[in-house]
């Protein structure tokens, strides 16, 4: 049975919601944007009018969100006055907490993601690192992973490019998750994952160490300007590998496109390499290549503008790009993230995608020391 500071505590973590969101505001704001809306030409420039919408749409998200959360406190204590006539158990009461709590973590959370990219989609990357087969598999187990975290969450996903191991597990694997704030929750992934276990591929039954490297970058949308310059673009195209049936085989659908990019800041010149065989359609494997490409391009920006602000700011969390991150360690059945010392001992449960704890850690972390 919950107790009066129990209640009291989440009262306060609801009130303080409304002051952190000024949810006020956003009821004026949304009624001005609405009304934007009700113009006669409003559809005849269809893009800017979806931008509209949008906007109006995460306006009320916040506001129907904390609205929720409103409820739900005048439930509970409307719950406690019920307990004393008999009318609710105390078990259906705890029910209420845990799930208002759930849902005020949600919010909160949500809350941290404020950067510029935090609201769109992932392209995720998986690369073996070395050691043939063991570490092959071990990025096929992490590709599960976080199929499993976006099934979880309500994510689209597509493999845009899966190049398979020699005997078993995967070489690489480039994956778009598509869906509200996933990169804002995804980009606590990125660096390289350390896998300890008794490898199945080893006969003396020795413990071995794998690593595995992800790469997070935002799936930019319509919505994100990117300059691209045409003339730094060449394009390959090659026969799409795997299942499929003969078509696959005989079409060269595959696309691959080298882009010459120079960086603006410092002038360096490097080569980005995108393949993309998601689909038989070539044309459409080139629109979804350029896309990643927008993508690459696009945080290669937010990366400059993350570095400019830790010189300006050099007490604030600093995102370590390709560190270690975080090891699974099977054996002694514990998964420990190196950043924030979040540990758990569910390692299946972290296997089928329940990362959400080490989420919570790192975003919350890094808005402590904000």
């Known amino acids: 049975m919950i107790t009066t500071e129990q209640l009291k505590a989440?009262?306060?973590?609801?009130?303080?919601?409304?002051?952190?969101?000024?949810?006020?505001?956003?009821?004026i704001e949304?009624?001005?944007?609405?009304?934007?809306?009700?113009?006669?030409?409003?559809?005849d420039d269809r893009e800017k009018a979806e931008a509209q919408m949008r906007k109006i749409k995460g306006l009320h998200f916040w506001i129907d969100a904390y609205t929720a959360l409103s409820k739900q406190i005048e439930e509970l204590n409307l719950s406690m006055d019920f307990l004393k006539e008999g009318l609710v158990t105390e078990d259906e009461i705890?029910?209420?907490?845990?799930?208002?709590?759930?849902?005020?973590?949600?919010l909160e959370l949500r809350n941290m993601l404020r950067s510029e990219g935090d609201k769109l989609g992932v392209v995720l990357?998986?690369?073996?690192?070395?050691?043939?087969?063991?570490?092959?598999?071990?990025?096929?187990?992490?590709?599960?992973?976080?199929l499993r975290y976006a099934e979880r969450h309500g994510y689209k996903t597509s493999i845009a490019q899966l190049l398979e191991g020699d005997e078993a597990g995967i070489k690489s694997v480039t994956i778009n998750i598509e869906g509200d704030y996933a990169y804002g929750f995804l980009k606590s992934e990125n660096g390289v994952h350390r896998l300890v276990r008794v490898s199945p591929y080893n006969a003396q039954g020795k413990r071995m160490t794998s690593f595995a490297s992800v790469f997070v970058t935002p799936l930019v949308d319509d919505t994100i300007e990117v300059n691209v310059e045409t003339a730094r673009i060449s394009w390959d195209t090659f026969r799409s590998g795997g299942a499929g049936g003969q078509n696959v085989n005989k079409v060269e659908s595959g696309v691959r496109l080298r882009y010459q990019y120079?960086?603006?800041?410092?002038?360096e010149e490097e080569e980005i390499l995108i393949?993309?065989?998601?689909?038989?359609?070539?044309?459409?494997?080139?629109?979804?290549?350029?896309r990643q490409l927008r993508s690459i391009l696009y945080d290669?920006?937010?990366?400059h503008r993350m570095e400019e602000q830790a010189k300006v700011e050099a007490g604030k969390k600093k995102i370590e790009w390709g560190s270690q991150i975080r090891s699974y360690v099977f054996d002694d059945r514990?998964?420990?993230?190196?950043?924030?010392?979040y540990q758990t001992s569910d390692v299946n449960g972290v296997m089928d995608g329940n990362i959400d704890g080490f989420i919570k850690a790192y975003l919350m972390e890094g808005h402590e020391e904000e």
């Open 30 to 43: 949304v009624e001005e944007e609405e009304l934007r809306t009700h113009v006669a030409d409003f559809w």
């Open 262 to 267: 120079k960086d603006p800041y410092t002038g």
């Open 125 to 146: 990357k998986i690369n073996s690192g070395a050691g043939g087969t063991e570490s092959q598999d071990w990025a096929s187990m992490l590709m599960r992973l976080y």
């Open 334 to 341: 514990r998964v420990k993230d190196h950043r924030t010392g």
């Open 94 to 106: 705890d029910s209420l907490y845990e799930t208002t709590l759930e849902d005020i973590e949600k």
């Open 275 to 290: 393949e993309n065989t998601e689909t038989r359609d070539q044309p459409k494997n080139k629109e979804n290549a350029m």
């Open 10 to 27: 989440v009262e306060k973590r609801v009130a303080d919601l409304n002051r952190y969101l000024d949810i006020d505001s956003k009821k």
């Open 300 to 303: 290669k920006e937010l990366q």
